[in-house]
């Protein structure tokens, strides 16, 4: 269960919050590292999730709580320096850019509690879930029409403008739209998403490796500027319009990276008719490819990672990868159902660091 961030509020500031808002994280089924190319992808939101309570102040000052992280207050006008209150200066400043008209109280001054119980930097996207709550909490206040891909893309812009990681639109997109116990399938270029229903005899464990994603911005916006580099030579727009037969254009590195995305691709559409069919031993299978591909082409796992789904296998999972941008973080299998509690025991006993996230 998630702490009430209205309590927070009430004994950090001894005062009642103007707005409160839920948004939760999410898991990727499978389809990483294509979002940014265009190209398609199937997370699942989870039941863990980020809260956050807001009230306008006329303070100049952004005055935060959490039990997160440090660094209570700043400036409202302050420049962006890398502390979790820059989330807060960006959902203010891209919610007032994008409804020009609104009362704009909240750059006066804001006070916000966010309580969480999702793991940070772990791969299940509380970036995108921190974003999507203080947007809607906002939005409860100025009461715009924000449509759930209007909500999806300001998020991003904070990301891209006030974070500094060039994500994608997935994990903005499944925490704004996606249904829980729903997969989410969404092909970025058409702007399409499908929701479907998830496997009635067999469900997803996610549990983090202990180890925390490192490096993880700069190598991100690495492997962005790999894909764009592979197109320019394809002379494609994105790596969504790459195939096979024109990997011979490519070498090293970018052929690796687009080898993966052509496939990764491939792989959601496979799993979206597996999913529809009930066909659990595609979909798995799919998911163990994803991850081969993931480590040997992306170059986005770790020992860790490769080692926690090794193991896995062993323990006859149906299917499992690493999920998210890769970097250490999490995992996700795909187990029968009720199995998934003790093929977590087992994985611990060897994987002392692991923790169990969640059960979809
Ligand atoms: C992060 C980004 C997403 C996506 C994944 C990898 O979660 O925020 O946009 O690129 O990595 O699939």
Not at 35 to 52: A, H, K, Q, R
Not at 62 to 79: A, M, Q, V, Y
Not at 195 to 220: A, P
Not at 277 to 301: K, P, R, W
Request: glycine share 6%; proline share 1%.
């Amino acid at each position: 269960m998630i702490n009430s961030s209205k309590a927070l509020f009430q004994k950090t500031f001894n005062d009642k919050p103007d707005s409160a808002s839920f948004a939760s994280g999410r898991v990727n089924l499978i389809g990483d590292h294509t979002d940014y190319n265009d190209g398609f992808v199937m997370p699942t939101p989870l039941s863990l999730g980020i809260e956050v309570s807001i009230k306008s102040t006329k303070s100049g000052l952004i005055e935060g709580k959490t039990d997160l992280f440090e660094e209570t207050s700043c400036k409202i006008n302050s420049r962006v320096n890398g502390s979790w209150l820059d989330f807060i200066k960006g959902a203010i400043k891209v919610f007032y850019e994008e409804f020009p008209n609104c009362s704009k109280k909240l750059e006066e001054g804001i006070k916000v509690a966010v309580t969480s119980n999702l793991p940070s930097g772990s791969g299940v996207s509380s970036s995108a879930a921190l974003e999507i709550a203080l947007l809607r909490a906002i939005n409860k206040i100025e009461n715009q029409d924000l449509s759930e891909i209007k909500l999806a893309k300001l998020a991003q812009k904070i990301e891209h403008n006030f974070i500094g990681t060039m994500c994608g639109l997935m994990d903005q997109m499944v925490v704004s739209k996606g249904i829980m116990n729903k997969a989410m399938f969404f092909d970025i270029k058409n702007e399409k998403t499908l929701n479907l229903s998830l496997f009635s005899d067999y469900e997803f464990l996610i549990v983090h490796s202990g180890s925390q994603r490192s490096l993880s911005t700069s190598l991100y916006n690495e492997r962005r500027k790999e894909c764009e580099e592979a197109s320019k030579i394809l002379k494609i727009k994105n790596l969504r319009e790459a195939e096979y037969k024109m990997l011979n254009q490519l070498k090293g590195k970018l052929l690796n990276r687009a080898r993966h995305v052509i496939s990764e691709n491939k792989r959601v559409q496979i799993c979206l008719s597996a999913l529809q069919n009930n066909d659990s031993q595609t979909f798995g299978n799919e998911m163990f490819e994803s991850h081969i591909s993931l480590s040997e082409d992306y170059e986005v796992s770790s020992d860790l990672l490769d080692n926690i789904i090794k193991k896995a296998k062993l323990l006859k999972v149906i299917g499992g990868r690493l999920t998210g941008a890769g970097f250490g973080g999490c995992c996700v299998f795909l187990t029968e159902k009720e199995s998934s509690k003790n093929i977590f025991k087992f994985l611990k006993a060897d994987f002392k660091n692991l923790s169990l996230v969640d059960i979809i």
